[in-house]
DNA sequence: CCTTTTAGTTCAGTGTACTGAAATATCAGG
DNA sequence: CCTGATATTTCAGTACACTGAACTAAAAGG
């Protein structure tokens, strides 16, 4: 059981890098945009806050997201200075697509009590994993062979 | 439920990222890693293949994951030119210790029954995860903003 | 208004992981 | 042995994301 945990982790972690790759986005600005898909719009300074990256990272961040047509940048009305970064549903869905139309395949096999039961352990794995991330990025400092990455919240 | 799967993956890359800074390795580092965890000892120029990337980068990677106490090079006694890499278990079991046992409890919480229930959606999740990485990295081929990156199979 | 603060971009400099080629060491075959 | 092939390392060069500082623009407050 741990191995299939392991498993589905590399599993994981092997999708998100294919489509970074395929969107020429990093890892870390997959992070942002997860970020502003959770908390909706934000500025570019609460992006830099939020990731820990300066506020000049934050702008080649944002542009590649632009490029890749996965986030767009809006001039917040109330003050012209900030610019407002939001999500694009759109190519990241058509991306996506494929994995959403397989797992809903998936999911569809089971009954919805076991829907039900299957929806409750990933909610408490996805609660353990922010647990032991917080326990390896708080307690521990980063061993430095490499610049400090950013590594915050997500 | 597709909710649920997009903060499992995030949460499963951020702890993965969080390891990787901790005991800096990058992602290619940790994903050899998790080849020669899978596939058992092998050699760097198996790795080079297997990972998309010439020997010199493997050099690296393997440098990486042994400063890290991750990996350990041992020499081939049938053929001394050629180096097996394999895992070393101890510090990446350390680090994942706290998950596992908090994985454990997690798990402790479920009848067999639910637990056998859980592991299938797991394994098939896993397959589907498969599936599309390879319709990822296949079918289209990468938007080239930056260099070529390593994003082969794991 | 005029000054000060705030938001974001631009830009030069830096660190790192990669490629490709040269160097080193070992094996395999006549 | 000696030659050619193979495995890995070393090394120079390159690309890129980041930092920190200068710059532009807009708000805020006397």
Redesign the interface.
Known sequence: ??D?????????????????????V??VD??AL?LI?RHGPMTAGDLAKRINLTPGAVTGVVD?LE??GLARRHPDPADRRRVLVTAVGGVLGD?FS???A???E??AR?TPE??Q???D??????E??????A???TR?Q?????PP?A?D??
């Open positions: 059981m741990s299939l945990g392991r498993e589905l982790s590399t599993a994981v972690v092997a999708f998100h890098e294919a489509v970074g790759a395929h969107l020429g990093t890892a997959q992070r997860a898909g590649r490029r890749a991306l494929g994995l959403n397989a797992m809903g998936l999911t089971y076991q829907q039961l299957i929806a352990w990933v909610t408490r794995t996805v353990v994993l922010h647990e032991q991330t326990r390896l990025t521990h980063p061993r430095r062979n490499r990455r590594n919240e997500v």
